[in-house]
């Protein structure tokens, strides 16, 4: 029976970078998906004929540019176009548009506030300086601060020295700017609601936290530390959905000589006196290897595919505690033409990026308390976008994709399950708010698909429906992610790795867990890793 | 015309200690105190014919440090017993702390309180880490002394001498929010609506704000008679502390005036030179340590055109927008809390009967609008010392929360609505006091402003949130008590470590000016 060198659970984009980089070391690699179709949550479907959907996550910014370079995936097809646009509609019939151009946004700004135009570039710069600092981190294993082991030490010691490197004023901000809320942080720069709201929205999604919550500042940070064709903070459709970044990697990893099996759900990690030795396939199949890697959540890693008596205490309390409340919902909806928004201009570039409904930090926030109620946000804030405005491959001539993200959205309704009724409900709430702001747009509706936290569970795995495998506070980032003491992608037991977005530096189709876990691995193989190019230091 | 080495501008508790410290290092200190009465938000005030208390009603981080410097037991200050804090129920019986915090629990069951003990002991263990840091005076950034750099590594050691799992627990708590935490360890509701009662008491903050458990963290590293965590109505009422504060101070040599508020500090090439006073007299000093408000010391007394516009900005960034209403009953007997023994009304009484509700009475307030439902803790000091009210009449003495001090519809319109509110909450927990009020004084955070003079009526002048402390309180360039005017300094509860009746502000920028020769 065959032996394989590593087995990775979940072709989703992390589990398919990790074992890129692994093939490519010269490992036999096996990635198994449960679904039959490959890409996790980072796919493009088609569930109705002619229109694909990107039907989880929908835009491409974080993904990190070394690991495009190094698995070639501009030569497996996998093209990013930058947002031209985007636009926020205010209550009164106006909008708020978003110009990709730092001086046309500004000018934008002026047409509200001539004090907020000012402002905009004193924030820019507070903003920058803050992903100068915190990328280089990503593509980093966090040190452990327990440990005495010089490699954490030395790690410690680089993140010392860095932030030491900032000079006092800059460590004041920095330290302020970590435990900030978004909007105590936008008040500092402007005046504008419609302007606050705009920028605050970076500092919420995928969170269950509001944007007065402590700390969603760095949840902005997140949302922004990324970069397309080297523009920092932009953000962008990939040609042919999301599903084109996973194809992408699933080819070169293929093309290197990697196998991937699809329709193939594991039931059970095998573990023989403490050590990981392959996997049970629903069905009783069994596959050896002589590692696994787990792409699911550790939720879902240790409570669900191990066996409780091969974990410490501490450890299976630790991963109970970890917190993956969903908060959000997708709909995504087949257009027979192009809605209108009387508000903008027929032209406008702002339709070829996401446009959002919300024009105050205040409204952002009440759709949060319905949230912590355990409601859907009855006034819900909306990331939408037509990517069919910037790439004709998803639909068909004249016709429309729109993909809505949707915030708030809780795991359970007021403590119970989700039925198909509530489902139902959350559409309407969604499709309402949209067609306040155009006339028209329920009779251009061919085909919707809604996704609350159950449909996201049930189908690409993601415990409680958290689109980040667990919440990005403080609690969980860094060395805590995902428990305390296993936050460089080990676990207890010997050759099971976790490398998924529960993990450093968390969620978002980034690739950075992936590649950061599949480094951890070479070490304890002993193998190079030359293939991998060294993470780049300065933006 | 006497001239002195120190100004020290506000009398509160602060002020008060800065002063008497100074003296007692030979310096000639004068306090300025604005209001006819010393003490601040700490003096006891009558508010009924007969009737008295003070904002300040429990005493429960007095640092041991200013007591001994201040040699304040030999200046009257007598300590109460300690008090338990009970937790109101309208279904249940109530749930009582006894002893230090919680030493032992009455009305939760065995395994409740079993867990209790767990989270209590990790609770001290993990606040007693921080208490050094809040003790003293914090770290400067890219410049830490050698002093400052031991004291940091003093800190890391005792996290290492905590064990390793015990240390990533500590990390990982840290900076999170009290509901998670009280829900990873316990199951009743009244005990997990006091935590996140006494977390978020005093700061714009719900249990499920992440950062939190910092405001749990910042009372538990207080402490009371060497127990940490422990609380007493002080005999006499607050302005019985503050009295034996002020009697160290004229011990010590510092001269007082009151109704003398300071119009302007003088400011010559960039140094403190003395102050104006509202009167037009000025009064010349080396040093000024102002113990009033960081906003109000830079933005009014001292004016934005000494100060360069960076700064400037850090201090306008301040937030300080209060959110605890300070209500006085004058009743004609003591009320009775249903199911609460006679010890019981003698400590705290809190009605926030879950951690959700804290946080949907926080809700709100984030929208300039008071909790229909409000959270409170309540004492009785006339029962610990009656003569804070005629015979058989009694006090009740409560911080209400979330009272906004920006109400949208104002406080004029609001604060009658706010009462009744408040009455219809009490009127449930103790059946029957409605009747018993003689007269009720409402203290928004808008009178607290107007009165005490603490901008935005906050009595941490300034919020206390992981952002606003440390290296980062009240701003940089001035948490170390030093400012960017030379020879002005800044001794209140906005800077390092905060509010409540500590003394440690006060106490630390004396030290500090000691230390420069200021």
């Not at chain 2, 939190?212 to 009422?237: D, K, N, T």
């Not at chain 2, 409170?376 to 001090?405: H, R």
């Not at chain 2, 449930?428 to 928004?444: D, F, M, N, Q, S």
């Not at chain 2, 901008?455 to 290296?471: R, T």
Request: glycine share 10%; net charge neutral.
């Amino acid at each position: 029976m065959k032996t394989w060198d590593a087995i990775v659970i979940g072709a989703g984009h992390n589990g398919l970078v990790n074992a890129c980089y692994l093939q490519r070391a010269g490992l036999d690699v096996l990635v198994v998906e449960k679904n039959d179709w490959i890409g996790g949550a980072a796919t493009s479907r088609s569930l109705t004929p002619g229109f694909l959907y990107s039907n989880c996550s929908y835009v491409c910014s974080l993904f990190r540019p070394e690991i495009m370079r190094d698995l070639e995936l501009p030569r497996f097809g996998l093209q990013v176009i930058s947002y031209e646009g985007g636009a926020v509609f205010t209550r009164d019939g106006d909008y708020l548009a978003n110009y990709r151009d730092h001086h046309a946004h500004r000018r934008e700004f002026a047409r509200f506030s001539a004090r907020d135009a000012e402002a905009y570039d004193r924030y820019a710069r507070d903003v920058t300086r803050q992903c100068r600092f915190i990328q280089p981190l990503l593509m980093r294993t966090a040190p452990d601060p327990t440990s005495f082991r010089p490699r954490d030490i030395g790690e410690l010691i680089y993140l010392g020295k860095k932030f030491a490197g900032l000079g006092a004023a800059e460590m004041a901000d920095t330290l302020r700017f970590w435990t900030m809320s978004i909007s105590d942080f936008l008040d500092e720069h402007f005046e504008t609601d419609v302007i606050k709201a705009n920028f605050a929205l970076s500092g919420i999604i995928g969170t269950a936290l509001g944007p007065m919550s402590p700390g969603t500042a760095y949840v902005l940070l997140h949302h922004y530390m990324g970069e397309v064709d080297g523009s920092v903070g932009a953000w962008g459709y990939a040609r042919g959905g999301m599903g084109a970044v996973t194809k992408a990697l699933a080819d070169s990893f293929r093309a290197s000589g990697g196998t991937i099996r699809a329709s193939a759900e594991v039931e059970q990690v095998l573990v023989k006196n403490g050590k990981a030795r392959g996997l049970v396939l629903a069905g009783g199949e069994e596959i050896f290897g002589k590692l696994v890697v787990s792409n699911a959540d550790v939720k879902r890693t240790f409570l669900k595919l191990v066996e409780e008596k091969e974990l410490p205490d501490t450890f299976l309390r630790r991963v109970k505690n970890f917190k993956m409340r969903g908060s959000s919902g997708k709909v995504n909806i087949a257009l027979d033409s192009m809605p209108e928004f009387p508000a903008l201009p027929k032209d406008s570039p702002c339709y070829r990026g996401d446009m959002h409904f919300t024009d105050s930090v205040e409204r952002m926030e009440r759709g949060y308390d319905d949230w912590k109620a355990g409601r859907w946000s009855a006034d819900p804030f909306l990331d939408m976008m037509m990517p069919t405005m910037l790439d004709p491959t998803m639909a068909p001539p004249g016709k429309h994709f729109m993909s809505c993200f949707v915030q708030y959205c809780p795991p359970k309704v007021e403590g119970r399950d989700w039925t198909d009724a509530d489902r139902d409900a959350f559409a309407e709430t969604v499709i309402s708010q949209i067609a306040n702001y155009s006339p028209g747009f329920r009779d251009r509706i061919v085909h919707m698909e809604v996704r609350t936290p159950r449909e996201l569970e049930a189908e690409v795995g993601l415990t409680e429906g958290n689109i980040f495998q667990g919440e990005l506070t403080f609690d969980q980032l860094l060395f805590n992610r995902p428990v305390p003491g296993y936050a460089q992608y080990r676990s207890p037991i010997d050759g099971l790795y976790i490398c998924g977005s529960s993990t450093h530096p968390g969620g978002g189709v980034m690739g950075a867990p992936g590649r950061n876990a599949a480094n951890e691995i070479l070490r304890d193989l002993s193998q190079p890793t030359k293939h991998m190019s060294p993470a780049h230091d300065v933006i | 015309m006497t001239s002195f080495d120190a100004i020290v501008i506000g009398g509160g508790h602060n002020g008060l200690t800065a002063a008497a410290t100074l003296a007692k290092s030979g310096r000639k200190v004068l306090v300025l105190e604005a209001a006819s009465e010393i003490g601040g938000a700490a003096r006891t005030e009558e508010f009924a014919p007969g009737f008295r208390a003070a904002p300040a009603h429990l005493l429960n981080r007095l640092h041991p440090e200013v007591v001994k410097t201040l040699e304040l037991e030999r200046h009257g200050l007598a300590l109460g017993p300690i008090a338990p804090s009970v937790a109101l129920s309208r279904d249940d019986k109530p749930l009582t702390l006894h002893g230090a915090y919680g030493e032992s629990l009455s009305g939760a069951s065995a395994s409740e309180a079993a867990a209790w003990q767990e989270l209590r002991a990790q609770l001290l263990r993990y606040a007693g880490i921080l208490k050094p840091l809040l003790a003293r005076r914090p770290p400067e950034l890219g410049n830490m002394s050698l002093m400052e750099t031991s004291a940091f590594a003093m800190t890391g050691l005792s996290l290492r001498r905590l064990g390793k799992e015990d240390m990533r627990d500590f990390l990982r708590m840290l900076l999170m929010n009290v509901s998670d935490v009280a829900d990873e360890h316990l199951d009743d509701d009244r005990l997990k609506g006091l935590l996140a009662f006494d977390a978020t008491l005093g700061s714009h903050l719900g249990p499920r704000s992440p950062t939190s458990l910092l405001g749990l963290y910042y009372r538990l590293a207080g402490e009371f008679g060497r127990q940490p965590g422990a609380q007493a109505l002080p005999a006499g009422g607050m302005g019985a502390v503050v009295a034996a504060i002020l009697r160290a101070a004229k011990a010590a040599g510092v001269s007082i005036r009151a109704d003398a508020p300071v119009a302007r500090i003088l400011a010559e090439k960039g140094r403190a030179a003395g102050v104006a006073l509202d009167s037009g007299e000025e009064i010349r000093a080396r040093t000024v340590v102002s113990a009033i408000n960081p906003h109000s010391t830079f933005l009014d007394l001292v004016g934005t055109r000494e100060i360069d516009t960076g700064f400037v900005r850090r201090i306008k960034n301040i937030r300080m927008k209060g959110d605890a209403a300070k209500l006085h009953l004058a009743l004609d007997r003591p009320p009775e809390f249903s199911g609460v023994d006679a010890a019981g009304h003698r400590g705290r009484l809190v009605i926030a009967p879950s951690s959700d509700h804290v946080e949907r009475a926080f809700n709100p307030a984030k929208y300039g609008e008071f909790s229909p439902e409000p959270v409170m803790e309540i004492t009785l000091p006339s029962l610990s010392d009656p003569t804070l009210a005629p015979d058989g009449a009694c006090v009740l003495s409560a911080v209400v929360q979330y009272a906004p001090y920006a109400l949208k519809e104002g406080w004029e319109a609001g604060k009658p609505k706010f009462l009744a509110a408040i009455m219809a909450r009490l009127e449930l927990y103790a059946p029957g006091i409605g009747r018993l009020v003689r007269h009720a004084e409402l203290l928004t955070p808008a009178d607290l402003e107007a009165r005490y003079r603490m901008p935005g009526g906050h009595w941490h002048h300034g919020e206390l949130q992981a952002d606003q402390m440390m290296m980062s309180r009240p701003a940089f360039g001035a948490a170390g008590y030093d400012t960017p005017v030379e020879g002005l300094f800044l001794c209140g509860a906005g800077s390092h470590p905060g509010g409540g009746v500590s003394g440690v502000p006060g106490l630390n920028a004396a030290r500090r000016i000691i230390e420069m020769r200021g």
